[in-house]
């Protein structure tokens, strides 16, 4: 039996966009970020959300130095371009190759873990 090809991951064109696919826990594509033990969708979760609410901030305790800056520089480069020019101009098959990331499923607080 032959598994069903995956679709491949949506671009969205701007950071709402974005956000949609990513409450909506769909595949999104994204570039690999430089990370010191977070994983990809940890670093682009925060920033999400940072886009999400411009005032709100995320766990900085979570992350190292260097991943703040690489969080706070997506932020940054997805406001002042679109969410489409940023992917592309970031996409490095060696350095920063394209990826895809899902927002992790919600676990119900009330199972057991």
Do not use: T, Y
């Given at each position: 039996m032959t598994e069903a090809p995956q679709a491949a991951p949506k671009a969205p064109k701007t950071f709402q966009d974005a956000l949609k696919l990513w409450d909506a826990s769909e595949d999104l594509q994204v570039f690999q970020v430089e990370s010191t033990g977070a994983t990809q969708e940890e670093?682009?979760?925060?920033?999400l959300e940072m886009l999400r609410d411009p005032a709100g901030d995320f766990d900085k305790e979570k992350f190292s130095t260097r991943e703040i800056s690489v969080i706070e520089s997506i932020v940054h480069v997805a406001r002042?371009?679109?969410?489409t020019k940023m992917i592309a101009r970031h996409?490095?098959?060696?350095?920063?190759?394209?990826?895809?990331?899902?927002?992790p499923e919600e676990k119900d607080p009330s199972l057991p873990a």
């Open positions: 670093l682009w979760g925060a920033a002042a371009e679109s969410w996409i490095d098959p060696v350095h920063s190759p394209a990826i895809s990331i899902r927002k």
